[in-house]
């Protein structure tokens, strides 16, 4: 099941991010893909700020993860440094999963295999103009297919024409 939407601006990716964690629960896993700068970093900005987290989120591209508190937990991983997949083992992503944890990762699609088999993988590629991004979000597993339509509800505002 795949939905496409289009942004003209980081605020819009930001925006559109904020309108898919309105919908967002405890266990929900979220892959980011992408080529450097497609706007990965700036669609976590937006659902956490949606979150009421209140700090700012930067990149943890030498950190592997940040953490933060708002209506969820969210857990913000760039796995881009990772030499082998297993290394994602380390993380424990099922763990940060359990109870209000939701996971982010960026460059999610490369350890996809190392993972649930149960997320929403989020694909950004760059558009015409320097804004532009153009965004497909395919669910895989129960948990995001079930949510397909009002995701497709949400996600209007930045619907392709
Ligand atoms: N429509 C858009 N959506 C998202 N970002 C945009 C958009 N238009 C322009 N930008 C700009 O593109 C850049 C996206 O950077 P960001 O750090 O979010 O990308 P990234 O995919 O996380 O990159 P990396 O692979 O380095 O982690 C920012 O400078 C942002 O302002
Ligand atoms: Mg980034």
């Not at 939701?102 to 460059?107: D, F, K, P, R, T």
């Not at 999610?108 to 015409?128: F, H, K, Q």
Request: proline residues 3%; negative net charge.
């Amino acid at each position: 099941m795949i939905l496409r939407a289009r942004t003209t601006g980081a605020d819009a990716t930001r925006a559109l991010a904020g309108a898919i964690a309105e919908q967002a629960a405890g266990g929900d896993l979220i892959l980011l893909a992408g080529e450097l700068g497609a706007g990965k970093t700036a669609f976590v900005q937006g659902f956490g700020a949606a979150l009421g987290v209140d700090q700012p989120i930067t990149s943890p591209t030498f950190t592997l993860a940040h953490h933060y508190e708002g209506r969820l937990v969210l857990h913000h991983l760039d796995v881009y440094r990772l030499e082998r997949i297993s290394e994602i083992d380390d993380i424990g992503v099922s763990e940060l999963l359990d109870g209000n944890g939701v996971v982010l990762i960026e460059w999610g699609d490369a350890v996809a295999p190392a993972l649930p088999n149960d997320y929403l993988e989020i694909t950004l590629r760059y558009g015409e103009g320097d804004d532009d991004r153009h965004l497909e979000l395919r669910c895989v597993g129960g948990r995001w297919s079930a949510r397909h339509r009002t995701l497709g509800e949400k996600l209007q505002p930045w619907a392709e024409d």
